[in-house]
C-alpha cells in the first residue's frame, strides 16, 4: 500500500532540492531573518574551499595588550572573534586556527579565505567629470556590472565597486581604460610677447605638433585658439607612489617643455590628469583591515577648560584670544583640555551596523548598548551637556569624533563618524565592533596567494571518476537487479540532488578532502540499497509475493544498514572532534560531509528507496517476479 504522505513529502523534497540548486545564489529576507546562500562563481552555487577556489593564506603572530602574558584563553577568544569577523564580512566560509610550535602557548593564529571578495576603488578624478560620465565610461570598457558611488557629496570623489574587481591585474586593467578616456594632458598658452615687450609671433599649429612629435609621436594636440594648445598624452609613463598619487615621469614632462620652449615663449603651462589618486580596499585588503585590528572602541569625557571664571563674571580668554577663538579652542587644542576615562566602553554594545547620517547622508556606523550601557551612555551625555564638555569617541587610540551635547541622550542608540569613512570602511568598523574587540593585538608574519589550478583541475578529476563510477554502478545495478536497480538508481538521483542542496544551505565547505567524502557517501547508499535488493530477492524465493517481499525486505535490511551506518557516524563525530582539538580542518572537513552523507543516505535507503519500490509494484509491468530476481526464479521448497 502507497503512503501517500510519504508521497507528497518525498515530492516536496525533491522539488525544494531542484529550486535550491538552479541558483547559483538566494538572498532573501525572512521575518527579519537575512538568508543568502550561495557563490555566483562556483558549480551550484556551492562553497567551495580554499584548495578549490584559491584564496589567500594570512598567518599572525599575537602580541600582548598592556604587557600581559598571553594565554590559551586568549588565543581561544582571538580565534573565535576573527572568526565571527570574516564570516560577516562574506568571505566564503574562512578557516581559523590556532597554530604553534605545539610547546607551551601557541601564539599564532592561520587565517583562510576562500576566494576573492570583490574590490572597492576609491578614486578621485578631474574637476568636470561626474559620476554620470564614469559610469558611461565603464559601460564602454565592458565593466557595465560596476558601480559608481558619489562619495560624501564631495566634487570629483567616487567609490567603484563591482565583481569584476577581484586582484591587482583587474584594478590595473581598470585604471589603464580610465587612463584612456581621461588621460593626462598638457595646457600650454604661449605670448604674442617676447621678454623684451617685442610682439612675437605665436607657434602655429603644425609647429606644435611636429615639436610634441619629437617627444611623443601618439600625443594629439588641440588648438584652443589665441595660442593656447592642449596636447593630450598617449601611452605616457605615469608613475603612483605608495599612496598611488598618480604622477607623469618628470624627465619626460621636463622634455616636453623645452621642446615647447624651443619654438615660442611659453607665458604658462600646467598638467592636468582624469585620475588623480586612488586608493583600494576590500576584498583581501579589507578583510586584512577587518582582522589585524583590534577594534577597542573607547569613550572619554573631555573635559574643557571652562568658558566663565570661578566667579561667572566673565569670559576667561587666555593666550590673548579673543572671545570667539576661545570658545572654539578650549576644546581642540590638548594644552586647554583633559580626556578622562570613563566606564563606558565597546564591551557594553550589543550591535553595531553601518548606517547614514539623517539629512546629509553621511556613512556612519549607528551602535546599540545594552541596558547598563544605555543608562552609563545616559549620565555621561548628560554630564557632557551640563560643563558644556565634548564627548570623544576613539577606536584602537586614534580619536574618531568629538561631539557636544545639548542634553543626555536617552534610548541606548548613538553613531559614530570619522573623517575618512565610507561606505566600506562603515561596514568593517561595524563588524568589528559587534564581534567584540581582540583580547591579543596581531602582527601579520606571512601574507601568500593560493592558486586554485591545482585544486580545480583535481577537482574536475574527482568529478569525472566520480560521475564514471557512479554511472558505472547504476549500469550494474540496473542489469543485475532489474527493477530493484532502477529503484536504486532513481534513489541515488535524489540522494546526490539533497545532498547538494543541503551543503548549500547549511553551507558546508566543501574541499578536496570533503569531495572524497561525498564519494564515499554515495559508496554507502548504493551498499545500502544492495541489502535491500538482496534481502527482497530471499523473500521472493521463500514463497512471498512481491508486495510483502518488498516490506519484509527493507524490514530485514534495516538492522545491517542501521549498525553499519551508526558505526560510520560514531567515527566521523571521534573524527571531527580531534580535528577541533588539534585544529587540522581537513579532518574535520571530511568528517562532517562523510557525516551528512550518511544520514542523508539512510533517508532516502528506507524512504525514498521504499517509496519508488512500491509505486513500481503497483503497476503491471512491475508485479513480475523474474523482474526482482530474475537469475533466480526457483521457489524454496519446489519440486524439479
Given at each position: 500500500?502507497?503512503?501517500?504522505?510519504?508521497?507528497?513529502?518525498?515530492?516536496?523534497?525533491?522539488?525544494?532540492?531542484?529550486?535550491?540548486?538552479?541558483?547559483?545564489?538566494?538572498?532573501?529576507?525572512?521575518?527579519?531573518?537575512?538568508?543568502?546562500?550561495?557563490?555566483?562563481?562556483?558549480?551550484?552555487?556551492?562553497?567551495?574551499?580554499?584548495?578549490?577556489?584559491?584564496?589567500?593564506?594570512?598567518?599572525?603572530?599575537?602580541?600582548?595588550?598592556?604587557?600581559?602574558?598571553?594565554?590559551?584563553?586568549?588565543?581561544?577568544?582571538?580565534?573565535?572573534?576573527?572568526?565571527?569577523?570574516?564570516?560577516?564580512?562574506?568571505?566564503?566560509?574562512?578557516?581559523?586556527?590556532?597554530?604553534?610550535?605545539?610547546?607551551?602557548?601557541?601564539?599564532?593564529?592561520?587565517?583562510?579565505?576562500?576566494?576573492?571578495?570583490?574590490?572597492?576603488?576609491?578614486?578621485?578624478v578631474?574637476?568636470?567629470?561626474?559620476?554620470?560620465?564614469?559610469?558611461?565610461?565603464?559601460?564602454?570598457?565592458?565593466?557595465?556590472?560596476?558601480?559608481?558611488?558619489?562619495?560624501?557629496?564631495?566634487?570629483?570623489?567616487?567609490?567603484?565597486?563591482?565583481?569584476?574587481?577581484?586582484?591587482?591585474?583587474?584594478?590595473?586593467?581598470?585604471?589603464?581604460?580610465?587612463?584612456?578616456?581621461?588621460?593626462?594632458?598638457?595646457?600650454?598658452?604661449?605670448?604674442?610677447?617676447?621678454?623684451?615687450?617685442?610682439?612675437?609671433?605665436?607657434?602655429?599649429?603644425?609647429?606644435?605638433?611636429?615639436?610634441?612629435?619629437?617627444?611623443?609621436?601618439?600625443?594629439?594636440?588641440?588648438?584652443?585658439?589665441?595660442?593656447?594648445?592642449?596636447?593630450?598624452?598617449?601611452?605616457?609613463?605615469?608613475?603612483?607612489?605608495?599612496?598611488?598619487?598618480?604622477?607623469?615621469?618628470?624627465?619626460?614632462?621636463?622634455?616636453?617643455?623645452?621642446?615647447?620652449?624651443?619654438?615660442?615663449?611659453?607665458?604658462?603651462?600646467?598638467?592636468?590628469?582624469?585620475?588623480?589618486?586612488?586608493?583600494?580596499?576590500?576584498?583581501?585588503?579589507?578583510?586584512?583591515?577587518?582582522?589585524?585590528?583590534?577594534?577597542?572602541?573607547?569613550?572619554k569625557?573631555?573635559?574643557c577648560?571652562?568658558?566663565?571664571?570661578?566667579?561667572?563674571?566673565?569670559?576667561?580668554?587666555?593666550?590673548?584670544?579673543?572671545?570667539?577663538?576661545?570658545?572654539?579652542?578650549?576644546c581642540?587644542?590638548?594644552?586647554?583640555?583633559?580626556?578622562?576615562?570613563?566606564?563606558?566602553?565597546?564591551?557594553?554594545?550589543?550591535?553595531?551596523?553601518?548606517?547614514?547620517?539623517?539629512?546629509?547622508?553621511?556613512p556612519?556606523?549607528?551602535?546599540?548598548?545594552?541596558?547598563?550601557?544605555?543608562?552609563?551612555?545616559?549620565?555621561?551625555?548628560?554630564?557632557?551637556?551640563?560643563?558644556?564638555?565634548?564627548?570623544?569617541?576613539?577606536?584602537?587610540?586614534?580619536?574618531?569624533?568629538?561631539?557636544?551635547?545639548?542634553?543626555?541622550?536617552?534610548?541606548?542608540?548613538?553613531?559614530?563618524?570619522?573623517p575618512?569613512?565610507?561606505?566600506?570602511?562603515?561596514?568593517?568598523?561595524?563588524?568589528?565592533?559587534?564581534?567584540?574587540?581582540?583580547?591579543?593585538?596581531?602582527?601579520?608574519?606571512q601574507?601568500?596567494?593560493?592558486?586554485?589550478?591545482?585544486?580545480?583541475?583535481?577537482l574536475?578529476?574527482?568529478l569525472?571518476?566520480?560521475?564514471?563510477?557512479?554511472?558505472?554502478?547504476?549500469?550494474?545495478?540496473?542489469?543485475?537487479?532489474?527493477?530493484?536497480?532502477?529503484?536504486?538508481?532513481?534513489?541515488?538521483?535524489?540522494?546526490?540532488?539533497?545532498?547538494?542542496?543541503?551543503?548549500?544551505?547549511?553551507?558546508?565547505?566543501?574541499?578536496?578532502?570533503?569531495?572524497?567524502?561525498v564519494?564515499?557517501?554515495?559508496?554507502?547508499?548504493?551498499?545500502?540499497?544492495?541489502?535491500?535488493?538482496?534481502?527482497?530477492?530471499?523473500?521472493?524465493?521463500?514463497?512471498?509475493?512481491?508486495?510483502?517481499?518488498?516490506?519484509?525486505?527493507?524490514?530485514?535490511?534495516?538492522?545491517?544498514?542501521?549498525?553499519?551506518?551508526?558505526?560510520?557516524?560514531?567515527?566521523?563525530?571521534?573524527?571531527?572532534?580531534?580535528?577541533?582539538?588539534?585544529?587540522?580542518?581537513?579532518?574535520q572537513?571530511?568528517?562532517?560531509?562523510?557525516?551528512?552523507?550518511?544520514?542523508?543516505?539512510?533517508?532516502?535507503a528506507?524512504?525514498?528507496?521504499?517509496?519508488?519500490?512500491?509505486?513500481?509494484?503497483?503497476?503491471?509491468?512491475?508485479?513480475?517476479?523474474?523482474?526482482?530476481?530474475?537469475?533466480?526464479?526457483?521457489?524454496?521448497?519446489?519440486?524439479d
Open positions: 500500500m502507497i503512503n501517500f504522505r510519504t508521497l507528497i513529502f518525498t515530492s516536496l523534497i525533491f522539488i525544494f532540492s531542484i529550486l535550491i540548486l538552479s541558483f547559483n545564489t538566494i538572498s532573501f529576507n525572512l521575518l527579519g531573518i537575512d538568508f543568502d546562500r550561495g557563490d555566483s562563481e562556483s558549480i551550484f552555487g556551492l562553497t567551495l574551499g580554499l584548495d578549490l577556489k584559491g584564496g589567500t593564506h594570512l598567518v599572525y603572530e599575537a602580541i600582548p595588550n598592556k604587557g600581559r602574558d598571553i594565554s590559551n584563553e586568549d588565543m581561544e577568544g582571538a580565534r573565535k572573534i576573527l572568526e565571527r569577523r570574516v564570516n560577516s564580512f562574506g568571505i566564503s566560509e574562512s578557516s581559523v586556527q590556532i597554530v604553534g610550535s605545539g610547546s607551551g602557548v601557541n601564539n599564532k593564529l592561520l587565517v583562510q579565505l576562500p576566494g576573492l571578495s570583490d574590490l572597492n576603488i576609491n578614486i578621485t578631474a574637476s568636470g567629470i561626474t559620476g554620470e560620465n564614469l559610469q558611461d565610461t565603464l559601460n564602454e570598457s565592458g565593466y557595465s556590472n560596476i558601480e559608481v558611488e558619489e562619495i560624501d557629496l564631495v566634487e570629483g570623489r567616487f567609490l567603484l565597486s563591482g565583481p569584476k574587481l577581484k586582484n591587482n591585474n583587474e584594478l590595473s586593467n581598470l585604471i589603464n581604460a580610465l587612463d584612456k578616456k581621461y588621460p593626462f594632458s598638457f595646457l600650454i598658452a604661449f605670448s604674442s610677447q617676447s621678454e623684451d615687450g617685442e610682439e612675437t609671433d605665436v607657434p602655429s599649429l603644425d609647429k606644435v605638433v611636429e615639436s610634441v612629435s619629437k617627444v611623443d609621436e601618439n600625443s594629439a594636440v588641440e588648438d584652443l585658439s589665441q595660442g593656447i594648445y592642449r596636447v593630450t598624452l598617449k601611452d605616457f609613463d605615469i608613475t603612483s607612489d605608495e599612496k598611488n598619487l598618480r604622477s607623469l615621469d618628470q624627465d619626460k614632462v621636463q622634455t616636453f617643455i623645452e621642446s615647447f620652449d624651443s619654438i615660442g615663449d611659453i607665458f604658462q603651462v600646467s598638467i592636468s590628469g582624469g585620475i588623480s589618486n586612488w586608493k583600494v580596499s576590500g576584498g583581501v585588503e579589507e578583510a586584512k583591515k577587518l582582522i589585524g585590528e583590534t577594534a577597542q572602541l573607547e569613550f569625557e573631555r573635559d577648560l571652562p568658558v566663565e571664571n570661578e566667579n561667572n563674571e566673565e569670559i576667561w580668554p587666555p593666550d590673548n584670544l579673543s572671545v570667539e577663538e576661545w570658545i572654539q579652542a578650549r581642540i587644542f590638548p594644552n586647554y583640555y583633559e580626556d578622562k576615562a570613563v566606564a563606558l566602553s565597546g564591551e557594553d554594545l550589543i550591535d553595531a551596523f553601518p548606517d547614514v547620517q539623517p539629512g546629509i547622508a553621511r556612519v556606523v549607528t551602535i546599540i548598548f545594552d541596558d547598563d550601557g544605555a543608562d552609563e551612555f545616559y549620565d555621561l551625555t548628560s554630564k557632557v551637556a551640563k560643563n558644556q564638555d565634548l564627548l570623544a569617541i576613539f577606536l584602537d587610540g586614534e580619536q574618531l569624533i568629538a561631539p557636544s551635547a545639548s542634553s543626555g541622550i536617552s534610548g541606548g542608540r548613538a553613531f559614530i563618524q570619522g575618512t569613512f565610507d561606505s566600506q570602511s562603515v561596514k568593517t568598523i561595524s563588524i568589528q565592533l559587534k564581534s567584540g574587540a581582540l583580547p591579543v593585538g596581531l602582527n601579520l608574519i601574507e601568500r596567494n593560493v592558486d586554485a589550478s591545482l585544486g580545480s583541475d583535481s574536475s578529476k574527482s569525472f571518476a566520480g560521475s564514471l563510477g557512479l554511472l558505472l554502478v547504476l549500469l550494474f545495478m540496473i542489469s543485475y537487479y532489474r527493477i530493484p536497480g532502477v529503484v536504486a538508481s532513481l534513489s541515488l538521483i535524489f540522494y546526490s540532488l539533497l545532498l547538494l542542496a543541503v551543503f548549500k544551505i547549511i553551507p558546508i565547505t566543501l574541499t578536496l578532502s570533503g569531495a572524497a567524502a564519494i564515499l557517501s554515495i559508496g554507502v547508499a548504493v551498499d545500502a540499497n544492495i541489502l535491500i535488493s538482496e534481502r527482497t530477492k530471499e523473500e521472493l524465493r521463500g514463497g512471498r509475493n512481491i508486495f510483502s517481499s518488498i516490506s519484509e525486505g527493507f524490514s530485514r535490511a534495516w538492522p545491517s544498514i542501521r549498525d553499519s551506518n551508526v558505526s560510520t557516524i560514531i567515527i566521523c563525530v571521534v573524527l571531527y572532534w580531534f580535528g577541533d582539538r588539534f585544529t587540522t580542518s581537513v579532518i572537513g571530511f568528517a562532517l560531509t562523510l557525516g551528512i552523507g550518511v544520514l542523508i543516505s539512510m533517508f532516502t528506507f524512504t525514498v528507496s521504499r517509496l519508488f519500490m512500491r509505486l513500481i509494484s503497483s503497476t503491471p509491468i512491475g508485479n513480475k517476479d523474474n523482474l526482482y530476481d530474475p537469475l533466480g526464479s526457483r521457489k524454496v521448497g519446489s519440486n
